[in-house]
């Protein structure tokens, strides 16, 4: 066993060592998976209250505009992309300077971007949730609130895409991985009992729910925001709050295209979303339930992916590509690994998981138990997309991810589902099957560009451009971080260990 161990995991491609601070892909991967748990349990303890309180009548009415809202959040964390890859290079390179401007800049970029798209999102709030199929006709007694409810989440998005994204982001980067953890403990913690409490001790009246169930959500958010801006100050970590047009030019140019396709993959649900709202109400909230549980069986694959990209962009700021290909090889062997035994054994839980977490009948647990099979094969490639896809842009080879994403997402997810579902009729079972024929087209045409090193080239051209721009802004910037020393202090903060 020891040397079968040996042989499939090469201890020393699990950290890296910058100067005097040490990266391991197991210290980075544990607290994001648990950080994600954390965030994802907010809305399953929601879901699962709410479908047992008042009979589950606010189920669709919370789970349809949530589904529309994610095309908003996967264009606002273009900005927060771009700043994980440039952050994560240039910690490697060690210039803490421009680090600093860096987060300022995608700060304001960030906070800026809310207001206009969720703004836009709120004044056209009714024209777009009848277009994904919300009319009175289908949903009648609930449209009111759900239109309600989408209305005032665009406000507490707002607030929130304007504080906490960015610092998390930067602590991520820096090393700091736990205090995103904890910060997804306290929002879940405090979403939990007030819920409960509004639920079942104060037993709120039907016209308050949408206030409430809002409230709670934004008090959750202030309170990790809290906990994240003291995490990030006590660090010493640096901010310089401007708008430097050089820097925000590169977030742009590799966050546009990796969320390019982040949005089409999330543009690509929602209409698959909206092809189940055509069919039976049951199997729209079927695929709501199912999305809730197979999301706990990808999260280890993920955390690694996000963990791995870290490094990733690490080491190729200290310019070790060898290094890079190496361990993205022996990633993709863990990732596949968890997946494909944790949706297995989702998959013989299947009933007794459904019937833990929802008040759900008997057709949708039929659609479950077939469908968590079905699932294996749609993780065993979303795990090969989330170390290949993640890694390939932490190297700014983004426009390669954006062009493979989109043409799979239209292609296979949407294509093949509105084919299976209208044509052939397999309604959910047919949908699923597209879904494992996406993720696995992406999986492998990512396999095939880290393993011929085409990234290498694209990297080299994309770091050329990079360090221009870091030179013309050390040239016509006179001022320095906001707490900022020498840079010789600035440097030996840098190389403390984490």
């Known amino acids: 066993m020891k040397n079968f161990i040996s042989k499939f995991i090469d201890k020393d491609l699990l950290s890296v060592n910058n100067g005097k601070q040490k990266m391991s892909i197991i210290a980075l991967a544990i607290p994001i998976f648990f950080e994600n748990i954390g965030v994802h349990l907010i809305g399953l303890i929601q879901t699962s209250m709410s479908s047992r309180f008042m009979d589950g009548f606010f189920i669709d009415a919370f789970n349809v505009p949530n589904a529309a809202m994610a095309p908003f959040s996967t264009i606002l964390s273009l900005v927060t992309t771009g700043l994980g890859i440039l952050l994560s290079i240039y910690l490697g390179k060690g210039k803490k300077k421009d680090c600093a401007d860096i987060i300022g800049t995608a ?10 798209i969720y703004g836009l999102g709120f004044l056209f709030a009714d024209s777009y949730l009848e277009l994904l199929g919300l009319t009175a006709e289908k949903y009648g007694p609930y449209m009111s609130y759900a239109k309600l409810y989408f209305k005032v989440k665009m406000v507490a998005l707002i607030i929130y895409f304007f504080t906490t994204p960015v610092f998390t982001t930067a602590l991520r980067c820096y090393g700091y991985t736990q205090y995103g953890l904890i910060s997804s403990i306290i929002s879940s ?8 409490v509004a639920y079942y001790v104060v037993k709120v009246p039907k016209d308050s729910v949408v206030w409430v169930v809002c409230g709670i959500g934004l008090i959750a958010n202030l309170s990790s925001l809290s906990f994240v801006l003291t995490a990030f100050f006590r660090k010493g970590l640096k901010i310089r709050i401007c708008i430097n047009p050089r820097w925000l030019v590169a977030i ?11 949005l ?4 690509s649900q929602t209409i698959t979303s909206s092809i189940c709202a055509h069919l039976d109400k049951d199997v729209l909230t079927a695929k709501n339930y199912i999305n809730q549980i197979v999301f706990f069986v990808y999260q280890i694959g993920w955390s690694i992916g996000q963990a791995n990209s ?7 700021g200290m310019g070790d590509l060898d290094r890079v290909s190496r361990m993205h ?11 494909i035994m944790i949706s297995v054994i989702f998959a013989l839980l299947a009933r007794p998981l459904f019937e833990l977490f929802f008040a759900a009948n008997g057709k949708i647990l039929h659609y479950a138990e077939i469908i968590l099979w079905i699932d294996v094969a749609v993780e065993a490639g979303r795990g090969m997309n989330h170390v290949g896809q993640y890694g390939l842009n932490a190297t700014g080879d983004v426009h390669y991810t954006t062009i493979v994403s989109m043409t799979s997402c239209w292609a296979f997810s949407v294509g093949l589902s509105a084919l299976f579902v209208y044509v052939f009729n397999w309604g959910l079972y047919g949908m699923w099957v597209a879904f494992a024929v996406d993720e696995l087209f992406r999986g492998i045409a990512y396999y095939i560009r880290w393993r011929k090193g085409g990234w290498k080239t694209r990297y080299k051209k994309e770091e050329a451009t990079l360090e221009k721009a ?4 050390s040239d016509s910037s006179s001022e320095e971080a906001v707490n900022s020393g ?5 440097n030996s903060e840098e190389n403390k260990a984490v």
């Open 107 to 116: 700060y304001l970029a960030s906070g800026l971007m809310s207001i206009l």
């Open 189 to 196: 913690v405090v979403t939990a009992v007030l819920t409960y």
């Open 264 to 267: 089409s993959y999330t543009i």
């Open 329 to 339: 090889r022996q990633n993709i062997r863990l990732v596949l690994f968890f997946n």
């Open 310 to 316: 870290l490094m990733v962009g690490r080491i190729c």
């Open 252 to 262: 742009l140019k590799v966050g546009v295209p990796a969320v390019v396709a982040g």
């Open 486 to 490: 020498s840079s010789e202090e600035e």
């Open 470 to 473: 870091s030179a013309d802004s």
